[in-house]
């Protein structure tokens, strides 16, 4: 009888020891974890290469009485190298539409590019006037004359000064006068650098 007692707890524990190696052998392995993946910063845009400077405009009023007039722009012209280069387009001297109304003004600037590669100024646009366009002042004959261009170009590591008697914006029927110390926004479209925001500044020239 004791023998016999003896040999059913070995049984038993026998059996005890199989269910536990069992259990441990169903277990499923944790998966690995991996290591999160470093954080990476969004990639920026290249900063432009063109800064606009010295933005100005000439006073004038819509009615006319005073401030542009097509020779303010062309006020001291001389024919200057980077007039040479300037391709006229179809428009007549002056390059004005027939009657836009209100008088037209004109805008000045300077830019640099610091690249090494050459861009080109190809339109300005803004709300100060009903058309809005680059002109150039070419000598015909003996008579300056202002027309229309297609763009302005920068060169590369240089810059282009936008003034009276060479390239200009001209302010084409302009929906509000403009006085000696106001402000107004325009956005310049560059070939590469795309568009650019500046603030012009009303003054006399200087």
């Given at each position: 009888?004791?023998?016999?007692?003896?040999?059913?707890?070995?049984v038993a524990a026998l059996g005890?020891?199989?269910?536990?190696?069992?259990?441990?052998?169903?277990?499923?392995?944790?998966?690995?974890?991996?290591?999160?993946?470093?954080?990476?910063?969004?990639?920026?845009?290249?900063?432009?290469?063109?800064?606009?400077?010295?933005?100005?405009?000439?006073?004038?009023?819509?009615?006319?009485?005073?401030?542009?007039?097509?020779?303010?722009?062309?006020?001291?012209?001389?024919?200057?190298?980077?007039?040479?280069?300037?391709?006229?387009?179809?428009?007549?001297?002056?390059?004005?539409?027939?009657?836009?109304?209100?008088?037209?003004?004109?805008?000045?600037?300077?830019?640099?590019?610091?690249?090494?590669?050459?861009?080109?100024?190809?339109?300005?646009?803004?709300?100060?006037?009903?058309?809005?366009?680059?002109?150039?002042?070419?000598?015909?004959?003996?008579?300056?004359?202002?027309?229309?261009?297609?763009?302005?170009?920068?060169?590369?590591?240089?810059?282009?000064?936008?003034?009276?008697?060479?390239?200009?914006?001209?302010?084409?029927?302009?929906?509000?006068?403009?006085?000696?110390?106001?402000?107004?926004?325009?956005?310049?479209q560059f070939e590469?650098?795309?568009?650019?925001?500046?603030?012009?500044?009303?003054?006399?020239?200087?």
């Amino acid at each position: 009888m004791r023998r016999f007692l003896i040999a059913t707890l070995l049984v038993a524990a026998l059996g005890l020891s199989a269910c536990g190696t069992s259990d441990t052998a169903s277990a499923p392995a944790a998966a690995p974890t991996s290591a999160p993946l470093p954080a990476t910063a969004a990639p920026t845009a290249p900063a432009s290469a063109i800064t606009i400077t010295n933005v100005w405009a000439r006073p004038a009023a819509m009615g006319g009485t005073a401030g542009a007039k097509p020779t303010d722009a062309m006020a001291g012209a001389k024919p200057t190298d980077a007039m040479a280069g300037a391709k006229p387009t179809d428009a007549m001297a002056g390059g004005m539409a027939s009657d836009m109304g209100g008088a037209n003004g004109a805008m000045y600037l300077t830019i640099s590019n610091s690249g090494g590669a050459p861009d080109r100024l190809l339109k300005v646009v803004g709300d100060i006037a009903k058309s809005i366009e680059l002109h150039t002042v070419i000598k015909n004959g003996d008579v300056m004359q202002m027309r229309p261009v297609e763009a302005v170009d920068v060169p590369a590591n240089g810059s282009v000064e936008l003034k009276p008697g060479s390239f200009h914006v001209m302010l084409i029927g302009l929906n509000r006068d403009l006085k000696l110390g106001d402000t107004f926004e325009m956005t310049l479209q560059f070939e590469k650098a795309g568009p650019i925001k500046v603030q012009a500044v009303v003054k006399q020239p200087e």
